[in-house]
């Protein structure tokens, strides 16, 4: 997410809240929402079914069904991403010529 500080606009994740220091890796998802390398990780090792739908903070999309695969950083607990946002992100992540980080693909 981004928000106004006096000296400039900040960005920092929206799963764990760490700002931004302009290198570390991160994926943007719709309107700002951002999630840095260090919450994908986690996210795509814990990402697991929950209750209920659910809104994904990264697509934007609601009423997700329970079965699709759902992580939030301890953080953050009503800040969801949804399984499909992971992927996506992790297969740009690897992409990224300056990220030393590739996704090994499930399956
Ligand atoms: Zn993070
Ligand atoms: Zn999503």
């Known amino acids: 997410m981004q928000r106004e500080e006096p000296d400039g606009v900040v960005i920092s994740c929206d799963f764990c809240g760490m700002d931004w220091d302009g290198e570390a890796a991160m994926v943007e998802g719709h309107h700002g929402s951002v999630i840095c390398l260090e919450c994908l990780k986690k996210a795509l090792a814990d990402a697991a079914p929950g209750e209920g739908k659910?809104?994904?903070?990264?697509?934007l999309r609601f009423n997700i069904p329970p079965a699709m695969p759902r992580w939030s950083h301890a953080?953050?607990?009503q800040t969801l991403v949804c399984q499909e946002c992971l992927h996506q992100a992790a297969k740009a992540m690897s992409k990224a010529p300056h990220v030393e980080w590739?996704?090994?693909?499930p399956g």
Not at 54 to 59: E, N, Q, R, S
Not at 102 to 105: E, L
Request: charged residues 30%; proline residues 8%.
């Open 54 to 59: 659910y809104k994904c903070t990264l697509c």
């Open 75 to 77: 953080a953050r607990p």
């Open 102 to 105: 590739q996704w090994d693909k």
